[in-house]
């Protein structure tokens, strides 16, 4: 079982910068990969970023050179950090925990977290 809590969202202005961070709580289980993802209301949900536990990292190309993914193992913790952001990049971010539990492999997503880039 995985719970994921998401902070750090909000109202910046173009080429402004925000951080988000997720917690994640395991139980009887643990997590392979973190990331996030975004969704824009009549649109598909898209992934942002994606880090394994091993460090492996995927940008969508859309956010190459702006944003960056971290990982703190240890608390079970992705951040992303957003650069330059721009109003294209208003949507809700969600984050997703893709864990093993009891020897199957699950995936996990978070509320969500709203940002807005306008002026």
């Known amino acids: 079982q995985v719970q994921l809590v998401e902070s750090g969202g909000g109202l910046v202005q173009p080429g402004g910068s925000l951080r988000l961070s997720c917690a994640a709580s395991?139980?009887?289980?643990?997590?392979?990969?973190m990331g996030w993802y975004r969704q824009v209301p009549g649109k598909q949900r898209d992934s942002v970023a994606t880090?394994?536990?091993?460090?492996?990292?995927y940008y969508a190309d859309s956010v190459k050179g702006r944003f960056t993914i971290s990982r703190d193992n240890a608390k079970n913790t992705v951040y992303l950090q957003m650069n330059s952001l721009k109003p294209e990049d208003t949507a809700v971010f969600l984050c997703n925990a893709q864990a093993v539990v009891r020897g199957r492999t699950y995936s996990y997503w978070g509320q969500g977290t709203q940002v807005t880039v306008s002026s």
């Open positions: 395991v139980i009887d289980g643990s997590i392979v990969v």
């Open positions: 880090i394994g536990s091993g460090g492996t990292i």
